[in-house]
């Protein structure tokens, strides 16, 4: 059991849930028509969930869903879903990295899929330590180098390529230089020889850069952007069809549960066809097939002609919580050996 390149075949991967729209509606100031307009979102995208799942199920891959185990509501606020789980744990080679959240609302988050990882035999596991210290101010203004004195850190802020390693050189609120050290000190305990080449982005690289096979990517930044690693790899530049991210999109944008944001995000279900919805968030099968969030015909028929099949899955809902099909998911075992892919 191991993981060593993104594009490995993926053999068993865990999903993220989300709890009953009728069970969050009363901690919000939402009522009749934002109501239905709010239940329509997250039961479609429960069913979206659902489907990912039977696709990945067709693909002889072994699932499991994460669990809700903490309350709906902390007693100040709504807590997050265990939704993105690919922002939990990360695997390299026969190691576990657990990772930590930041917030009050969000920090027991991470222990959702503890009754997965536990079924594993895992070489040794990485904790990375919250010493009880969360954030519980406006995360609008949320600094994790300034607000948080303790290390944190988002695998998806990271890329495996056998011995190599691609991370964004800033990071935004998804981790601080302490918790990128034990990070990076936990790769070379893994392997040795693991090199680290950075990606002069911001944040999570899985919405920025998708490694389709050796020697082929996806990616929206522009080459300057790219580590030297990459200069040999074939680039297929991309934009998103549509830029539907919450947070680009409304003064509103850290409260998901507003009238405002549920009237908005139901008006774009109902409005965006199939045909207009595309992510770069997408999740590697093998190296000749990509589950993809939407569907991009252009870049489908460039991909097929090389001989990849792309697979588009519907996440239009899901993407309420800023979730494609790589963050929904996350991969406990790929088979595959240690390779370099330079």
């Known amino acids: ?25 009363p901690h919000t100031k939402l009522t009749n028509r934002h109501t239905n307009y709010f239940t329509e979102i997250v039961n479609t995208a429960k069913q979206e969930l659902d489907d990912l799942e039977k696709t990945l199920k067709s693909f002889n891959v072994k699932t499991h869903r994460s669990k809700q185990h903490y309350p709906i509501h902390n007693g100040k606020t709504i807590t997050t879903p265990p939704l993105a789980v690919r922002d939990i744990f990360n695997v390299y080679g026969n190691s576990l990295f657990k990772g930590n959240f930041a917030c009050e609302w969000n920090k027991e988050v991470p222990r959702s899929c503890d009754h997965v990882l536990e079924q594993y035999e895992f070489h040794d596991v990485k904790l990375l330590p919250t010493e009880d210290v969360f954030f519980n101010g406006d995360f609008g203004n949320f600094d994790p180098e300034i607000d948080l004195h303790r290390p944190m850190f988002h695998p998806p802020m990271s890329l495996r390529i056998g011995n190599d390693i691609v991370i964004a050189k800033r990071f935004g609120r998804e981790g601080n230089q302490k918790g ?32 389709v096979r050796p020697g082929l990517m996806l990616t929206c930044l522009q080459p300057r952007q790219l580590p030297a690693f990459f200069d040999k790899w074939e680039k297929i530049q991309v934009e998103s069809v549509t830029s539907q991210l919450l947070h680009k999109k ?51 028929r460039k991909l097929e002609k090389k001989g990849i099949s792309c697979v588009p899955i519907s996440m239009k809902a899901t993407t309420f919580w800023d979730t494609g099909v790589h963050c929904a998911t996350n991969d406990i075992e790929r088979s595959g050996k240690l390779e370099n892919y330079a």
């Open 1 to 25: 059991m191991s993981i060593w390149a993104e594009f490995n075949p993926l053999t068993s991967c865990v999903i993220g849930t989300l709890p009953e729209a009728h069970d969050i509606i």
């Open 180 to 211: 990128k050290d034990q990070y990076e000190q936990w790769l070379k305990s893994v392997n040795p020889n693991v090199r680290m080449h950075l990606v002069d982005t911001e944040g999570h690289l899985d919405s920025q850069i998708f490694l």
């Open 250 to 300: 409304n003064v509103h944008r850290h409260k998901k549960f507003h009238p405002v944001i549920a009237q908005w995000f139901y008006n774009f279900l109902e409005t965006c066809t199939e045909e207009t919805y595309f992510d770069l968030n997408s999740l590697s099968i093998n190296e000749d097939t990509v589950l993809f969030t939407g569907t991009h015909p252009a870049l489908f």
